[in-house]
């Protein structure tokens, strides 16, 4: 799970902002919690122990990132790092508190024989969370920026793993988001 940036354009320690009386970073660590995954990591660098002191982690393993502020690519390859010798990780982002156990379920139990990754889709708009196979790790590897996978994934054999009515795909980047899930 990433969940390292600094929060700029929601204007900092968006992990931290309350949704429904709890920080916004736990109703993702819950829902990965709920899920038959063997391992969740979850990748911090900007504010990581006020995080780590104000957020029940569910059982996550926290990765503190120091380069951070090298954007979303640098946090994926370190909780990639983290995770060692596995056939895939699944990833999911930190402001993203709809998610639900169901949709990281299907996404597990999708046939995915010949592809590289599997993701999400909600209304046939890709999502996530996204199941990258170990095949593409290297090229993970070599990402830089702050997109994350999703250029890498545009050039990839990609299954695309129908999740509608399961949870939802919105993300926080802004407090006007985060006010109107509140409501």
Do not use: I
């Not at 046939?124 to 920026?145: C, E, M, T, Y």
């Amino acid at each position: 799970m990433l969940a390292a940036g600094e929060g700029r354009r929601f204007g900092g320690r968006k992990q931290l902002a309350e949704l429904h009386g709890r920080p916004l970073l736990e109703h993702v660590l819950s829902a990965m919690a709920a899920t038959p995954l063997e391992r969740v990591v979850v990748v911090l660098g900007a504010n990581a122990d006020e995080v780590l002191s104000g957020v029940d982690l569910y059982g996550a393993e926290p990765v503190v990132f120091a380069a951070w502020h090298e954007g979303q690519a640098a946090s994926l390859r370190a909780g990639l790092d983290a995770l060692g010798d596995v056939a895939g990780a699944v990833v999911a982002l930190g402001d993203q508190p709809r998610l639900s156990p169901l949709a990281v379920e299907r996404l597990l139990s999708a046939p995915t024989d010949g592809f590289d990754a599997a993701r999400a889709t909600y209304a046939g708009k890709p999502g996530h969370p996204v199941l990258l196979r170990r095949s593409l790790f290297p090229a993970v590897r070599q990402l830089s920026g702050d997109e994350g996978a999703r250029g890498l994934l545009e050039h990839a054999r990609v299954a695309s793993v129908a999740c509608d009515g399961l949870g939802g795909p919105e993300d926080v980047d802004t407090r006007d988001e985060l006010e109107e899930l509140n409501r």
